[in-house]
Nanobody, 124 residues
Framework: QVQLIESGGGWVQPGGSLTLSCVAS??????MAWFRQAPGKEREFVATISGKGDVQSYPEDVKGRFTISRDNAKNTVYLQMRRLTPEDTAVYYC???????????????????WGQGTQVTVSW
């Protein structure tokens, strides 16, 4: 089972930007995703990218602000986040599936491996 390690979280002011990284322990050409979980809320889908990087999908509340990308040569997936708001505050998790593609609005059940999470805090 692939191990995933996220990094890049931290504190940022509203309107700011942050880029998260997720490194896989082994070569992983399957679909990947980012989810987030705020205190007292369920884990929610943020972005997903196909195994070859040719398809990306986002929910409406981050579309146009977040960009997911991957570098398979480095076993790394990225999440660029722009125009951050306090509502983006959460623990962000990287996830790996066992398929090249997942549905456009995946759930946690679509992914077999998870990272430990990285905290993102947006506030003044």
């Amino acid at each position: 089972q692939v191990q995933l390690i996220e990094s890049g979280g931290g504190w940022v002011q509203p309107g700011g930007s942050l880029t998260l990284s997720c490194v896989a322990s082994i070569r992983n050409d399957y679909a990947m995703a980012w989810f987030r979980q705020a205190p007292g809320k369920e884990r929610e889908f943020v972005a997903t990218i196909s195994g070859k990087g040719d398809v990306q999908s986002y929910p409406e509340d981050v579309k146009g602000r977040f960009t997911i990308s991957r570098d398979n040569a480095k076993n790394t997936v990225y999440l660029q986040m722009r125009r951050l708001t306090p509502e983006d505050t959460a623990v962000y998790y990287c996830a790996a599936s066992r398929r090249l593609y997942v549905r456009s609005t995946p759930t946690t059940d679509d992914f077999a491996s998870w990272g430990q999470g990285t905290q993102v805090t947006v506030s003044w």
